[in-house]
């Protein structure tokens, strides 16, 4: 059967051109495949760990926060003991306490996940020794990375010791008929406790490997409930029984290895997320199914005189060492051995199939413009005239411009203090590293301007995940690249790090004329960045800042200016109430840039502003809208009548959460600002409920990314930084940013 | 033959009050050390916004009981079902108000009759099946309405501006969703306690081998617990909706492990088959207090995990260790 999955994966890695492919997948693969590896092991037990998630994203961080005092040895090392840990306590709480494991690793999740953004302030970490980084991905033994090389190692490891020693096959015992192996004389409890430990750490060395690989760790929990998901399913269709005793790391690896293949493939079709997400879904949907309706097969025949006389006439009745049922059984078993690798092999095929049409279709795919509504479809066809189009006037949605004209006003950023870190928080210095990221960076060699125009050239977009309004970004990025004649393909990373490794790796072996990429994180981007630009591509980053040590390879960054909208919202705030009185700041999500942006440039800017203002509280309500209701009506009441204003990080569900608590507490006093500027967020300041918003332009973001990348092809200087207009929306100009982009 | 009914059925009150009293010694204890924490918790505003901020976790973990209650775990494909009545119920608004609730309900409730058939008749793994589940209708919602959020329309008078005021419906000072958590509670406990369907599940949850032996239609027991699940789940994600003014796929995340936290830590084991539901209201209420106490004493996000991670499993390991003193098998 393993011969068969070889051949496979021999047969179609000719189809892929290039080994670079295979080792994109097998990288892609190494987080989800390690933490794979140890949730076999707990589920072959019997039992199941939901803390895996949250155990990668702890030692990650802890691996990336140590290294700079312990070395990577150092880092490395207590990011294990961190997960052996949290291994040892869900052990324990199973064993001695004896509640259940979905219970125990549930309540270890939530724990786990406090910690690690207790330990990282909801920031991300990084460093910036790229030598080890760049030593796990690159080649070590023929075209294998060593970040491919661990995780085969560690399930080779793990296969022959499950399999060929007798402490290996107690496992399957004691997952299969605990009962059976205490009869044994085998110690259960030990032998639980050690597969818990055994799985948090295996998380423990995916998420430590997985930040070693990026030098950096991101601090958005969607990494972890997405590994957690992936990785239950994959494990799944690799064919491990959720009620234990049956399963093996070899098919989880392989299931892994499928479900990255798979992903790959309908990414290079240029499929999004939702593509993704329905076909996991529909495996996983088929195997479970299959599974059921063995065992339903099985409930059915038991006991059928049909089936007993047709196994008295095989002679299974007889057969010297089993009696019928175990018989029926086996071959059940057998049956349900065979179909997940039929599952598998479908998955493959689907996926060389995909990848084989990607490759002919981008080898012939001629110079295709997407048919945008309105000004631009006169000059379909027409890339050779269309960069003479007047791209300024070209207008949004909203009635507003993609893109105003460069203006002539010198963007003035203040002397860099002598150590920011040392300033409190309450200071501007103390963020000038992140607030002016870019502005001073010393630029790695860039590849030369081809000169000769945007038209015809291809360019990838990696945005950072979906939400409306990258909708809406995605439409500006459109309509101006088709403006200058440009063929583009976007990739969708659904806010997961690990995803944006994959595709960026999928990108650079298209080897487009440009990527624009999108930062998932500010941080976690900078060794993408270097792959990017060490292949000689060109890239212009987009909306979330990345951090100086990432700006130094790519061309340019193109976003909103989130610090300076902040400090203007936060002045009008200020007017607003008198520059007195005390004010609240509802926070972004942990791990993105706005966490901090939309939190300090306020606290900073009022610190000198309005320093008779005082901030009582802050914190995240994870940007839902029942959470800041509850969050908001708990500081209505704590505070009474000090709290006099609210500022919000969004104005989506936070904004509509906050304005419910403030209309049940009969406080319409209360002066609310937010970051703008959505359908709600507009409604509202129309309404009269909330004072200004800051004014984002989703469309224009994507506009002046492309255009930026425009400029470049021709020839012209770019700096270094470009930021989008800055406004204030308010009751009296509402009306000119309506209708809502998003 | 009557008075053994009334007096087995007292039994069984005082046995609902002893093994519930636990999870509501906890919320007294909260509420002490609110008053403690702060001289404005112990008013009826804040009260009343406590029970109002869980009570969509409420209706969720209300539905969820029944899943956990008949042995089959949790239901991982609530949260889509929440986003899923919503998006439904706004995407046909221009039908009027009434076929538009209708309809969401509906559509939660095809998922649920889904889930019902496949897990209840197939015997498939409920955690894996609703995980599926939960996957392809994300991919098929975010397909279908190509990743973009679903607004009602707002003008006073419109249908739109009739479903945005659900949420905001109240009678007197109590919000409509409080009574819709409450009514729902005592429905679904009367159900548990007073039907043969209630006592179908229970023996279903604590064997489904025992109850098919006994004449039970087992797969039909799970076909209607889940179908319950999804109704509450589906009306709590209307109103969910309803109060973010707009229908989106990611509407719901996160209620699914929220719920089965507030319905285990209530006293419901996860083998099934035993519990009640007022402990469920016990474990609901828990949640909010805590969250609001530590909102009061400054603690944040971060720390509030932690906190409640450490609660939930003390609190819950506290249960089995009663059960074992008591020489109830551990579960």
Known sequence: ?742 | MNTQTTSSSKRSAARTALETAGIYAVAATLLVAGVLASPDFLTAENLLSILSGVALLGMVACGMAFITYSGNMADLSLPTTMAFSGIIAVASLSLGIVPALLLGVLAGLAIGAMNGLVVGKLNANPILWTLAVAFFMEGFMRFTWSNNQLYPEIEPGTPGAAFIGIFRLRTGPVPLIVLVMLALFAVAHLVMTRTRFGRESRLVGSSRAAARSSGIRVSRVVFFNFLAAAFAASVAGIFLTSMNKLGVFYLGQGYDFKAVTAVVIGGVMLSGGRGHIPGVFGGVLVIGLLTNIMTFLGITAFRQNIVTGLVFIAVVGFQQYQLRARGKDYA
Not at chain 1, 21 to 30: P, R
Not at chain 1, 450 to 477: E, M, Q, S
Not at chain 1, 557 to 577: C, E, H, I
Not at chain 1, 683 to 702: K, N, P, R
Request: charged share 15%.
């Open chain 1, 1 to 742: 059967m393993l011969a068969a999955l070889f051949a496979y994966l021999s047969l179609f890695a000719p189809n892929f051109l290039s080994l670079h492919n295979v080792s994109t997948i097998l990288k892609g693969a190494s987080l989800n495949a390690t933490v794979a590896l140890g949730f076999t092991i707990i589920l072959i037990l019997g039992q199941l760990d939901l803390s895996i998630g949250a155990v990668v994203m702890l030692s990650g961080m802890l691996t990336i926060g140590l290294q700079p005092s312990c070395g990577w040895a150092g880092g490395f090392a207590l990011a294990l003991g961190a997960g052996l840990l949290t291994g040892l306590f869900n052990g324990l709480l199973v064993v001695k306490a004896r509640i259940n494991s979905f219970i125990v690793t549930l309540g270890t999740m939530t724990i786990v996940m406090g910690l690690m953004h207790l330990y990282s302030d909801g920031g991300s970490k990084s460093i910036d020794d790229f030598r080890f980084a760049d030593w796990l991905v690159a080649p070590l033994v023929l075209f294998l990375p060593p970040l491919a090389l661990i995780p085969a190692l560690l399930v080779a490891l793990f296969s022959v010791f499950l399999n060929r020693t007798r402490w290996g096959r107690v496992f399957f015992l004691v997952g299969a008929n605990p009962e059976g192996a205490w009869l044994a004389g085998l110690h259960r409890d030990r032998y639980l406790i050690t597969g818990f430990c055994l799985c948090s750490l295996m998380a423990a060395a995916g998420g430590a490997l997985f930040a070693a690989s990026l030098s950096s760790m991101t601090a958005a929990a969607v990494l972890g409930t997405r590994t957690l998901m992936t990785v239950l399913a994959a494990v799944i269709i690799g064919g491990t029984l959720m009620t234990g005793g049956k399963g093996s790391v070899l098919k989880s690896y392989f299931a892994v290895l499928m479900l990255t293949t798979l992903f790959n493939g309908i990414g290079c079709y240029g499929w999004g997320f939702e593509v993704q997400i329905f076909v996991n879904g529909l495996i996983l949907a088929l195997v479970v199914l299959y599974e059921a309706y063995a065992i339903h097969q099985h409930e059915l025949l038991k006991g059928q005189r049909p089936d007993l006389l047709r196994e008295v006439r095989e002679g299974t009745v007889f057969s010297a060492c089993a009696s019928p049922e175990t018989a029926e059984g086996e071959s059940n078993m057998q049956n349900r051995d065979r179909f997940p690798m039929v599952c598998l092999t479908l998955t493959a095929l689907v996926a060389i199939a995909a990848i084989t049409a990607m490759y002919f279709k981008f080898a012939s795919l001629p110079v295709q413009i997407i048919a945008p509504d309105g000004a631009t479809t006169a000059y379909r066809g027409l890339p050779e005239a269309a960069h003479r189009l007047d791209v300024f006037a070209l207008r949004g949605t909203d009635g507003q411009p993609y893109l105003f004209p460069p203006t002539d006003d010198p963007v003035v950023i203040p002397e860099r203090p002598e150590d920011p870190k040392r300033l409190p928080e309450t200071d501007r210095g103390h963020w000038w590293d992140i607030e002016f990221a870019g502005w001073r960076v010393e630029k790695a060699p860039m590849p030369a301007s081809p000169g000769d125009g945007p038209a015809g050239k291809r360019v990838i977009l990696l945005k950072a995940g979906d939400h409306p309004y990258w909708t809406a970004y995605v439409r500006g990025f459109h309509v101006i690249a088709e403006a200058y004649g440009m063929q583009t393909k976007v990739f969708n990373s659904n806010w997961n790090v690990d995803l944006q490794a994959q595709q960026t790796d999928q990108a650079i072996n298209e080897h487009p004329d440009l990527i624009i990429f999108a930062p998932v994180d500010a941080t976690a981007c900078t060794p993408l960045l270097r792959r990017i630009h060490s292949a000689g591509i060109p890239c212009v980053t987009s909306n979330t800042i990345p951090c100086d040590e990432a700006m130094r390879y790519c061309l340019a960054w193109t976003g909103p200016d989130d610090w300076g909208q902040f400090r203007m919202l936060a002045r009008s705030f200020a007017d607003a109430l008198g520059k007195s009185g005390g004010y609240a700041i509802v926070r972004h999500m942990p791990g993105s840039s706005c966490f901090f942006s939309r939190t300090y440039a306020p606290i900073t800017e009022l610190h000198d502003y309005a320093p008779e203002m005082k901030l009582l509280a802050m914190d995240t309500a994870n940007l839902e809208a029942d959470a800041s209701l509850q969050l908001v009506s708990a500081w209505i009441t704590k505070f009474g009548d000090q709290l006099k204003g609210l500022i919000l990080a969004d104005d989506g569900f936070e904004l509509t959460g906050t304005l419910e608590a403030v209309k049940k507490a009969g406080r319409s006093d209360i002066v609310i600002v937010a970051a703008g500027n959505s359908k709600t967020g507009m409604d509202s300041v129309a309404a009269g409920e909330t004072l200004a918003l800051t004014c984002q332009s989703a469309e224009g973001d994507g506009a002046l990314a492309v255009h930026t990348a425009a400029r470049w092809f021709q020839g012209e200087p770019i700096p270094p930084v470009t930021y989008l207009p800055k406004h204030i929306i308010i009751r009296e100009n509402v009306d000119g940013f309506m209708p809502a982009q998003w």
